[in-house]
């Protein structure tokens, strides 16, 4: 893909420890994590997966072990969709503005506006500055986050959930849009529920449930065992076009292949 991962991590979590009071979430977690890779964390619901976010991102101290990430590192970070206001009166411009810190009311300067302006041009959002947030659909909200986390700059743009709480459709517009900033040479690292919509996709992902179980490409992370241990149920895996796919308990193979056939046909139609 053109993009090339320099051997120096930005991030380095070290036998990482992390406890609310006296309970630990997160047990001896390594983790590196090199400029232009594109990592997913996989794992159930409360298995330390935001804990971690946060622990990189220097809103939880560590209780033992180390995160370091490397001087100068500027870190965009996506909030889960659901953790936001829409009610909150504030435009797209606002919002992105707002990052600018030390203002009390988001003004902008005219260098300011035109870097707003390539941002969501990049992004498919160009001409919606003044918009209210709540008039967006679901897949412009979320592109509205990672316009306001990439108009830092960042070195490594970190989203939890991406795609939670979104329809089938913006789950792949979220998808592809997270695939073009990576091919153009953005350090992705997300966390995510969702194993066959995204994660499968992920060039590499970490199994995590308190600790790592596992660390690779799809092909050897979503594999019966390691599924096992990181929900702590059965689950079974099928594979179609090349690619992994799991089968949660709600679903039937059929509705996995119809799914997938129906990604898989759209995939192919948005690259035409
Ligand atoms: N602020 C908090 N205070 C106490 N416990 C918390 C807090 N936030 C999360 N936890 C607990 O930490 C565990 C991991 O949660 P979390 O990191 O949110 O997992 P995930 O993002 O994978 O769902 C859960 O058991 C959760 O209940
Ligand atoms: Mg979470």
């Given at each position: 893909m053109g993009v090339t991962i320099n051997s120096e991590p930005l991030i380095r979590c070290d036998a990482l420890g992390v406890a609310y009071g006296a309970g630990f979430v997160l047990e001896n977690v390594t983790l590196h994590i090199r400029?232009?890779?594109?990592?997913?964390?996989?794992?159930?619901?409360?298995?330390?997966?935001?804990?971690?976010?946060?622990?990189?991102?220097?809103?939880?101290?560590?209780?033992?072990?180390?995160?370091?990430?490397t001087r100068g590192t500027r870190i965009g970070y996506v909030p889960q969709v659901e953790s936001v206001d829409w009610n909150f009166p504030i435009t797209v411009g606002e919002v992105l503005a707002m990052t600018r810190t030390r203002r009390h009311w988001p003004r902008t300067t005219r260098s300011e506006r035109a870097e707003m302006k390539e941002v969501l041009e990049g992004l498919g959002l160009h001409g919606l500055e003044g918009r209210h947030i709540r008039e967006l659909s679901g897949g412009q909200q979320q592109r509205v986050f990672v316009a306001r986390a990439m108009f830092g700059k960042p070195d490594i743009l970190i989203l939890d959930e991406?795609?939670?709480?979104?329809?089938?459709?913006?789950?792949?517009?979220?998808?592809?849009?997270?695939?073009?900033?990576?091919?153009?040479?953005?350090?992705?690292?997300?966390?995510?529920?969702?194993?066959?919509?995204?994660?499968?996709?992920?060039?590499?992902?970490?199994?995590?449930?308190?600790?790592?179980?596992?660390d690779g490409p799809p092909r050897e992370t979503?594999?019966?065992?390691?599924?096992?241990?990181?929900?702590?149920?059965?689950l079974h895996v099928l594979e179609h076009g090349g690619m992994p796919i799991v089968l949660d308990h709600d679903y039937t193979s059929s509705e996995v292949l119809r799914d997938t056939e129906r990604q898989m046909r759209s995939e192919r139609e948005s690259r035409q």
């Open positions: 400029r232009g890779e594109f990592v997913g964390i996989v794992g159930p619901s409360g298995s330390g997966k935001t804990s971690l976010l946060r622990a990189i991102t220097g809103s939880l101290a560590a209780a033992r072990g180390s995160v370091e990430v991406p795609t939670s709480g979104v329809d089938v459709r913006t789950r792949h517009e979220i998808l592809h849009l997270l695939r073009d900033l990576h091919s153009k040479g953005s350090t992705i690292l997300l966390t995510t529920h969702d194993l066959n919509g995204l994660a499968s996709h992920l060039p590499r992902l970490v199994c995590l449930n308190r600790e790592v179980i596992a979503l594999i019966p065992e390691v599924l096992e241990r990181t929900y702590g149920a059965p």
